[in-house]
């Protein structure tokens, strides 16, 4: 790991420039001030990308993506938040294993068929941004109603 202090407000609005253009979706982005972190930069783009295209898979085109940055005392928090499926209760703790796809469980969901069907995936890329993440002293959450939408929260230590 290459960690230095990061401008994230920069790395944003690189990624999601980025993401826009390769995958056609509007991504918004919401920032009040500037905020640095100590990270990897290749790294933590590739943790941005992964979680952007999740939140594209798992949400209709006409949804908006939103990118938050914000801060405490000792962190800085980047959010990525879309309004699609959704992730059961009991599966937020598992996605961040190797290999694990939330299902059958969503089959009766009414985005599925439209959402689901291309997006196919092994399962790893919330497994590789969770070991990214935690190399650069960082932690991952995620927050998620079934039906409502997902927000990813990447929390760093502040520089
Ligand atoms: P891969 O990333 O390897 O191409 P994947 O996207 O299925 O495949 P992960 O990114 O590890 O795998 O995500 C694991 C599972 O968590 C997904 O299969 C999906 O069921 C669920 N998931 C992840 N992100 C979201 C999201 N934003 N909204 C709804 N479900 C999600
Ligand atoms: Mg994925």
Redesign the pocket.
Known sequence: FNLESITLNDLLIEVAEMSEKFSSRAIILNAERSIKAIADRSRLKRILI?LI???V???EPDQPITLTLEQTDQQALIQVH?R????PLH?QTR?FERF????ESRARFPLRGSVEQS?G???????IVKTLVEGMNGSIHVR?KLGEG?T?TVALPRS
């Open positions: 992964n295209d999740n939140a898979k798992y949400s879309d699609g499926v959704g992730i599966d996605i694990y796809r939330v299902d997006s995936g092994y399962g790893l890329g919330l497994a998620s997902s990813f």
